[in-house]
Structures are given as structure tokens and as C-alpha cells.
């Protein structure tokens, strides 16, 4: 909740009763919210998810839900900061979501060669400075 005193002053008024109107403003708001559920994730700065070993030529697929449990209307976006061939994200980049709705988010790792590879993906909820986290997989 939020609360101001306005305050207004005639300059130069000559009669201390009527020169100068005050009164309190009071009110409430609400930000858009998107919660991101799945598997544990690790690490500390945003999170992390690590899929281990895997042989070349097989996937791994980790189910994300992406849900709104607020009472307005909200749109997440994520944005793979580095592309990789050795993981796929299936989801659309601008998910809006109404109350109580949920948008399923799959990340999928396929190794295309030997090595250590990683995917950072930024997730946000528009309009909410607060929700804004990467995930490195």
C-alpha cells in the first residue's frame, strides 16, 4: 500500500484560512507475477541446472511450468544468451498468461560432441524489475 500528503499553498494569500489545501492520498497496487517451478536448481547467482554426462547422440529433456498466481494478466519472456547447438529450448519467447494460467517450458540437452557446454537463459516477467533471473544449464 501506498500513502502521500498533498499539500497545496496560494503564494501571497491573505487569509490564512483558505490559502493552503491538505489532504492524505492513500492507495494499493498489485505487480505482474510469473513463478517458474521444476527441478531444483543450484548456484548463486540466479541458478543453475546441470544435466551431467551424457553421451553424444542422446538428449535429456528437464519440464519447466511457468505460472501466473497473481490476480492480473502477466507476460514472461526468456532470451538465450548465448546460442548453443547442444540444447534446444521449446517455448514461446513472449509467454502471456492470464491468472492462474501455466505455460509448460522444456529445456533440452543433445550433445553434438565431446566437452562441457552451458546455456544461459534469461527469464523475466515484463513490467516487474523484481522477477529478472538467468539460468544456466
Do not use: W
Given at each position: 500500500?501506498?500513502?502521500?500528503?498533498f499539500?497545496?499553498?496560494?503564494?501571497?494569500?491573505k487569509d490564512?484560512?483558505?490559502?493552503?489545501?491538505?489532504f492524505e492520498?492513500?492507495g494499493?497496487?498489485?505487480?505482474?507475477?510469473?513463478t517458474?517451478?521444476g527441478?531444483?536448481?543450484?548456484g548463486d547467482?540466479g541458478?543453475?541446472f546441470?544435466?551431467?554426462k551424457?553421451q553424444v547422440?542422446?538428449s535429456?529433456?528437464?519440464?519447466?511450468?511457468?505460472?501466473?498466481?497473481g490476480i492480473?494478466p502477466a507476460t514472461?519472456r526468456?532470451e538465450?544468451?548465448?546460442?548453443?547447438?547442444?540444447f534446444?529450448?521449446?517455448?514461446?519467447k513472449?509467454i502471456?498468461l492470464e491468472p492462474k494460467?501455466?505455460q509448460?517450458?522444456q529445456?533440452?540437452?543433445?550433445p553434438?560432441?565431446?566437452g562441457?557446454?552451458?546455456l544461459p537463459?534469461?527469464v523475466?516477467?515484463?513490467?516487474?524489475?523484481?522477477?529478472?533471473?538467468t539460468?544456466?544449464?
Amino acid at each position: 500500500s501506498y500513502s502521500a500528503t498533498f499539500e497545496a499553498t496560494v503564494p501571497e494569500g491573505k487569509d490564512s484560512k483558505t490559502n493552503t489545501l491538505q489532504f492524505e492520498l492513500r492507495g494499493s497496487g498489485t505487480a505482474p507475477s510469473v513463478t517458474l517451478e521444476g527441478p531444483p536448481l543450484f548456484g548463486d547467482s540466479g541458478g543453475e541446472f546441470n544435466f551431467g554426462k551424457m553421451q553424444v547422440g542422446k538428449s535429456h529433456v528437464v519440464d519447466f511450468v511457468l505460472r501466473n498466481d497473481g490476480i492480473i494478466p502477466a507476460t514472461a519472456r526468456y532470451e538465450v544468451q548465448e546460442a548453443s547447438q547442444h540444447f534446444s529450448v521449446v517455448c514461446p519467447k513472449n509467454i502471456p498468461l492470464e491468472p492462474k494460467a501455466q505455460q509448460p517450458l522444456q529445456v533440452r540437452f543433445h550433445p553434438k560432441g565431446i566437452g562441457n557446454f552451458s546455456l544461459p537463459v534469461r527469464v523475466c516477467t515484463l513490467h516487474n524489475p523484481y522477477e529478472d533471473t538467468t539460468i544456466t544449464f
